[in-house]
């Protein structure tokens, strides 16, 4: 999971409405009622699609050069940002058992102070992935 930066074209729809395709990423599109909400939408649709990828192991392409893209007319390109892994914390929040294996004695020593495993090992997989908590959802 990761942090990404796609261009996406905007195209101006009646009503003050907008259309918004990410050229690169097929089948990667959405709409909102006026600009604002077309870029939050833009935004949640490319985190969806993205965390999807990443989760069934395909290769995420790479970003094309705003400049390289074809407009038609009262179309602009806005490059949108997402993070997968802030995206997985909202919506993928399904407990998964994991079985570990540990010392007998720190066994007996985390039981008397009362650990929380669970709890431990979560802090410290954040840490080791390098998430110090200024992504927590």
């Known amino acids: ?79 949108i940002t997402c993070d997968t892994i802030v995206y997985a914390r909202m919506h993928d929040k399904k407990s998964v058992r994991k079985t570990v294996t540990i010392p007998g004695w720190l066994n007996e020593a985390a039981k008397k102070k009362n650990i929380n495993f669970s709890q431990v090992l979560q802090q410290a997989l954040m840490y080791e992935i390098g998430d110090f908590g200024e992504n927590r959802a």
């Open 1 to 79: 999971m990761a942090k990404y930066v796609y261009p996406a074209v905007f195209t101006p729809e009646e009503g003050g409405k907008f259309s918004v395709d990410f050229p690169d990423l097929d089948g990667c599109y959405t709409c909102g009622d006026n600009l604002g909400d077309a870029i939050v939408m833009a935004e949640d649709v490319l985190a969806f699609y993205l965390f999807d990828e990443e989760k069934a192991g395909h290769v995420i392409p790479e970003p094309s050069d705003a400049g390289s893209i074809h407009l038609n007319t009262g179309e602009f390109v806005n490059y």
